[in-house]
């Protein structure tokens, strides 16, 4: 059983800005998780296996431009830090155009500090979709972009996804849980930011 104490200071430091209820809240889900774990030895001669918990948070929007436009404008990482408040800066780790294999390190302001991460295409499918993946405190993060063109021009629909198969299932659980509500807030941004750019001369 992990001390109480220890999951709340890691808590605490791991979501500065959450209120104390939140990780209160967090810190209970993980006691009734740590009592309640399954084990993960042998029980006869078959294996019991660790369900591990998984987030994903799916968000949408129209955007009244033609599927080609808004597809580019998506795709445009030399000027993603123009379109999108959020992002402060992008890197490019190497050339050529966007697709499977591009890879660059965003930089953004979140929860009141800077922080950068490492992204890679990996499944893109030009004016139809693509996958965004990286790999943060051990868990694998994966936001999938997907488009389709619609009476109202384009229907653009994010589905963000946490994997986190590398960490341990007590601690995954109400991570997850405590962030849901701030990546959604983040997608839905986003989304509006891209949409008012792309809106604004129609």
């Not at 490019?92 to 991460?117: H, I």
Request: proline share 4%; charged share 25%.
């Amino acid at each position: 059983m992990p001390d109480r104490q220890k999951v709340e200071a890691i808590l605490a430091n791991r979501f500065p800005g959450a209120p104390l209820s939140q990780v209160a809240a967090a810190v209970n889900a993980i006691m009734a998780l740590e009592r309640g774990r399954p084990s993960t030895g042998l029980r006869g001669n078959a294996p019991v296996e660790r369900q591990l918990p998984k987030t994903t948070i799916a968000v949408s929007t129209y955007i009244t431009a033609p599927l080609t436009r808004v597809f580019d404008r998506f795709t445009d990482l030399d000027h993603a830090a123009e379109y999108v408040s959020g992002i402060l800066s992008i890197e490019r780790l190497n050339s050529g155009a966007f697709g499977v294999g591009t890879r660059w390190r965003e930089t953004r302001r979140l929860l009141g500090r800077v922080d950068s991460a490492e992204m890679e295409v990996t499944a893109f499918a030009r004016c139809t979709a693509y996958t965004i993946s990286h790999v943060k405190a051990a868990i694998r993060i994966e936001t999938r972009f997907a488009f389709e063109a619609s009476d109202r021009g384009t229907l653009v629909a994010v589905e963000f996804s946490l994997d986190g198969t590398q960490m341990p299932m007590a601690l995954l659980a109400p991570i997850n849980w405590a962030i849901a509500g701030r990546v959604r807030h983040v997608l839905h941004a986003d989304l509006a930011d891209l949409k008012a750019s792309l809106e604004s001369r129609y």
